[in-house]
């Protein structure tokens, strides 16, 4: 019997969190070493199943199949794709980063007042692990029923890092008030984004609870690639109505999650009261679990549905991306401002999910990556700074870059990813998702491009008012990057530069799923005009 490398991969940070949350409250430090340990434990076996991913080989490898609730036809089954595989890394990659930037976000607070809420160090550390340990294993499975599970079950940690342990900083409102009714306003302001988060996801997660039970009884299994091989061969149909209600009750909560408009007010939300860590590890990983079932599950399973909605689907990736940007435009904090970016991000991995061509899924694929690196680096630099200040307003901002050049420069290339400048990966991606749409529906391309402009905007303004200009008093002796940071930072610039230069190691593994996704929808790639009128 192989090694089950997938389970292991999941399995790992799953222990991490247990182990991290035995440690006696006395040994916070020791609590911190451990959870880092263990991530990085999960970047080593993550890094071996993409090693032996063979891009070339079987649609999904290094599977595991077991039996679970043998009487409802529940097994324990897991297997990667080009894609899966490609999350699988960004997410085990990026978990360690987030805890070494969170390294004091859980530590005591300074003051013992009565409305301070004590902050255990040991729960924070283990409840990222616990997510790191669901997000992997949602990437792996290919039951659904076992996904479901796992795209539930994720909630329950991040609602307890949102509210309860949300961002220092004061909220704008809440700035000038005194400082015991500050901190209640604070904590009222992050219980109500962690119910928000919490609410908007159960109900999602309801309504595709009642498609899942429907396919059930419909395909007589969960195993994703029985229903699927059924669906190929024809010895499995389904009615219109109900394959396009099913798929609904899917592409419900994947829009949810991801998040699509209008069901994206959450998300501002939970990152702006959320520590930086956490909202990295809200848009660049858990989000990203919405945008890969609707590759895995709704194209595969409900691929005539899936063409049917295309044209909607559409429409509201692209208001996700118009609007998004545009509210960032108008932001005084900085980090709903990063929020608002990122939905307008995900307009385009989705527009490039339907645009049903090679390019466009290759691209939104790549822009998953992608976007988790760019939004990482930029997210945890702006926690840095203002960690360093004790405010998330813009205004409060001004000449960082003569006091602190290497965070203003970390913090520049991060924006500047955000904006897809040519040279940093999210180019790459984002130029894919245009040109794969453009080439089927030309004016939904040409009007996504409004996006990038806006995204130049808010970012360059962003840039301008808190790292040029006069030295506001307040930063005058504001300290640079120390080493933790610059550990933190460093790499992720690296991989924006390596990545923007030399996407290849991406796309060979990426491409070859894209051709399965295609083949499922039965759709292939338009011919140029100039080829057809010969």
Request: charged residues 15%; aromatic residues 10%.
């Amino acid at each position: 019997m192989s090694f089950p490398l997938l389970t292991a991969t999941a399995a790992l940070p799953a222990l991490g969190a247990i182990a991290t949350a035995a440690v006696p409250a006395a040994r916070r430090t020791a609590a911190k070493w451990l959870a880092l340990l263990f991530s990085l434990g999960t970047l080593a076996l993550a890094v071996v199943a993409l090693v032996r991913f063979e891009p070339g080989g079987a649609r999904y490898q290094l599977t595991e199949s077991h039996a679970w609730i043998a009487e409802f036809g529940v097994r324990y089954e897991l297997g990667v794709d080009g894609i899966g595989v490609s999350l699988l890394a960004l997410t085990a990659l990026l978990v360690p980063f987030v805890i070494l930037a969170g390294w004091h976000d859980a530590d005591p607070l300074e003051d013992a007042r009565p409305n301070r809420r004590w902050r255990p160090t040991q729960g924070f550390f283990a409840l990222i692990l616990a997510v790191e340990a669901m997000v992997i294993l949602s990437f792996e499975a290919t039951d659904v029923f076992l996904f479901y599970i796992l795209f539930e079950a994720m909630l329950i940690p991040m609602y307890f890092l949102i509210g309860g342990f949300g961002d220092r900083a004061a909220p704008a409102q809440f700035a000038a008030k005194a400082a015991g009714a500050g901190d209640e306003a604070a904590a009222t302001q992050r219980s109500y984004a962690a119910v928000k988060f919490l609410l908007y996801n159960l109900a999602g997660g309801l309504i595709m609870l009642a498609a899942v039970i429907g396919l059930y009884v419909v395909a007589g299994t969960f195993s994703l690639t029985e229903i699927a091989e059924a669906r190929a061969n024809g010895s499995l149909s389904m009615a219109t109505n109900t394959e396009r209600l099913l798929f609904l009750g899917f592409f419900f909560a994947f829009a949810v999650k991801a998040p699509l408009w209008p069901l994206h007010t959450w998300l501002p939300n939970a990152m702006g009261e959320a520590t930086a860590p956490v909202a990295v590890l809200i848009t660049a990983v858990v989000d990203k679990v919405g945008t890969f079932a609707m590759l895995r599950f709704c194209l595969q399973l409900f691929p005539e549905a899936s063409k049917w909605a295309t044209p909607a689907i559409l429409v509201l990736a692209l208001i996700s991306i118009v609007y998004g940007a545009l509210l960032a435009v108008g932001q005084r904090d900085m980090k709903r401002l990063i929020a608002y970016a990122s939905i307008s991000h995900f307009g385009f991995i989705i527009m490039g999910i339907f645009a049903m061509t090679s390019q466009g899924q290759s691209g939104a694929t790549l822009y998953m990556i992608n976007h988790g690196i760019s939004t990482a680096a930029l997210m945890l630099v702006a926690g840095f700074l203002i960690s360093r200040r004790g405010s998330r307003l813009i205004a409060d901002y001004g000449g960082v870059q003569k006091v602190a050049p290497v965070l203003a420069g970390t913090f520049l290339i991060g924006g500047l990813a955000t904006l897809s400048l040519p040279g940093l990966s999210p180019f790459v991606s984002e130029f894919l998702v245009l040109v794969g749409t453009f080439s089927r529906y030309p004016v939904i391309g040409v009007i996504a491009t409004l996006g990038i402009v806006l995204a130049a905007l808010y970012v360059l303004v962003l840039y301008q008012r808190t790292m040029t200009g006069p030295v506001k008093a307040e930063i005058r002796t504001m300290p640079d990057l120390r080493v933790r940071e610059l550990v933190v930072v460093a790499p992720l610039i690296a991989l924006l530069l390596f990545l923007g230069v030399y996407p290849k190691p991406l796309t060979q593994i990426v491409d070859p799923a894209v051709e399965h996704t295609l083949s499922d929808v039965q759709k292939t790639d338009p011919k140029p005009e100039v080829e057809a009128a010969r």
